[in-house]
């Protein structure tokens, strides 16, 4: 695979290492002892000379085909895959011409490089699974640091990425993004063939199996950001040292939002909106953020979250609750405040809360409505509250 197994990769990141790693691999041949000089020196990724060498190693190493393809970006470091973000090429789907092109790649390079389980080439809802498969299996992949895999046929290739990713320990990997789009929740999803898939099928039963995901995490020991999009993906996310953690969507198996296995949780960032049955989710649900399962939080951005009040506006819930006082900033969609008759005057009621949010920087991401309030006062009271001048552009009287 054009990788000199016999020559130990440097764990520390210091240049005298690497320099004499060069050396042993420029010994026996290796294109990349070359680029790793250049790097050295100070020559940026996009000089010719080092990106024909990278190039070059792709061609030794069996990955040739990836780039033209369309796909995979790739950016290498140091003689190894440093960024690699995913995305299907729409040139390359089973209706255009180029659709026997990407068939013989995916023969070939499940012929020559290693990949787990079966993938049926006559399947092109497949052949995205064979690519993010055998690229991540890769020991070029190794030391990878970021890594995107926006995917389109996400019911193969989501438990295909996360077995090829368990396969081996990823070290520097400390950015991941893993999902596929959407633009209303639950949605019917189209192939690459055009064909509907139900969603909501996954309810329960994970996207990426169980197993898969059991083994995702402890072999991501690095990894800080992670960002999770579509519908039920993953039964949970077990980390304890991620740092920042954004979902868009319905991620977890259980329709839940948020879980407890993410104690390291610095910031938190949540989007979901109106599904395809019209239906948004309670607000209660935001009783389940509580100081035990996120003891280090501090950012919590709900600013692109709608919830159905069951009881009051979110603000007023969040008041309540025993996260709030560790958190240094928080953002929420909208604050409106209405008469309900039974806690007063609403005006009253958001002033009374002012001095709960004391402590961080709030914001609100769109309408400020608060039934009742005059102008002066509640330009007073929002004063109070910390909220920014931009906040209350979007006030409605």
Known sequence: MGFVDEVPVPVSEDWPDWLAYARALSGAGDPRGEAIRLEHRGVPADDPELAELYRQVERECGLDGLRADGSWRLGWSRGFLDTAVFRLAEETGPAEA????RRALVVRLLAELP???????????QWEAALVDVLLRHPAAGRLRTLE????????????????????QRPRLAELYLGHHYDTLFELHRTSTGRPLEVERYLHDPVVPPEAGRALWPALPALRRLELEGAFLLDDVVHEELTHL??????????????????????????IDHDVHGTVGSNLQLEELAPAGYPRLRHLDLGAAAFEPEEDCDLVLLADSPLLPQLESLTVRELVVEDTGAEGDP??????????????ELRVDGD??????EERE????????????EAQDDVVE
């Open 347 to 360: 005006l009253e009621v958001l002033a009374g809360l002012a001095p709960r949010f004391a402590h961080l």
């Open 115 to 125: 990949h787990g389980g079966d993938h049926d080439p006559d399947d092109p809802e």
């Open 246 to 271: 954004r979902t868009r969507g319905a991620v977890f198996s259980d329709g839940s939002l948020f879980g407890t296995s993410t104690p390291g949780l610095v910031t938190l960032e949540v989007e």
């Open 149 to 168: 895999l926006h995917l389109t046929d996400h019911h193969h290739s989501a438990g295909r990425a996360a077995a090829a990713l368990a396969s081996r």
């Open 378 to 389: 509640l330009e007073r009271v929002l004063a109070a509250l910390g909220l920014a001048p």
């Open 98 to 101: 180029s659709a026997p092109r």
């Open 368 to 373: 400020i409505e608060v039934e009742g309030a």
